[in-house]
């Protein structure tokens, strides 16, 4: 037994200089465990050689499988040593292809960065599209306002000037009546024009309205007194003969005679609703001014 022992220690020793113990930190040793998923005593990390020694060879008749014990470990060690050549050599091998992959992925990276830039590009494209279009609605939305706002400008432009054309119209025809209710029309079109009065049609217009106003006025007055001395006249021409038959005649002009006098005035008027009030502006209100002067002359 002296003699296997021997060998086998020499055996051990040149296995022993053929290997160097790599040392891993825990971390790594932990990850490659999760890998490997393996329950062999030697690929755990807290291995113990005392220990699995004596796992193998727990008392001095299991000593006898010795030779057994070690032709199975340089067995696996030669397993594990030629997958370890086959692992160098699969990655010196893959060395180019490796250095061609990760070139490929870095064109691949580059060309995402790329895309990334230009999504972003247009993505700023976009905003400022968003933006210019958000800014030419609010034009289009305050050109629509100023447009409704000339459209009602133009509008009410179009009825003044047409009522100044009418109001015209009816003073030459002497149609008060009529012209005073649109002067009420055109006076309250005229406010919405006060602003516009730096605008030199405008500003004619507006002093055209005022000098018809005036005109207007003028005309008024005018037929006013003219027609306060065509009434007299009437009145004076109506009572004539009432005067020379109760002033100048004694018999009649007593305060006996007095429905004689009523009894004539009624006359009158009804010889001036009959034949002379059409002739005659209602507003002239002559029959008042008949009895007036009858009864000043009374």
Partial sequence: MAPAAQSTSTDDFEESGRHETIRLSPELDQAISKVLQTKDPLDSSDFDPIEYINLIFPNEHSLATVDNVLVKLRHKIRRMDQEIRNLVRSQTDAGPQTKAELEDAKRAIQELFNKIKEIKEKASQSERMVQEITQDIKSLDQAKKNLTISVTVLRRLQ??????????LMASRKQYAEAA?????????????????????????????????????RAIFSDFESGKQLINWYC??????????????PEVA?????????????RLLKTFDEEHATVFPAPWRVAESLCEKFASDT
Avoid: E
Wanted: charged fraction near 25%.
């Fill in 159 to 168: 009825m003044l000037v047409s009522a100044v054309d009418q109001l015209k």
């Fill in 254 to 266: 007593g305060i006996d005679n007095v429905s004689r006098r009523f009894a004539w005035l009624k």
């Fill in 181 to 217: 209710q649109l002067l009420q029309v055109i006076n309250q079109l005229l406010v919405h024009f006060k602003s516009y009065r730096s605008v030199d049609q405008i500003a004619a217009l507006l002093d055209g309205v005022t000098q018809l106003q005036a005109d207007l006025k």
């Fill in 236 to 249: 004076d021409l109506q009572l004539k003969d009432y005067r020379s038959i109760f002033r100048n005649n």
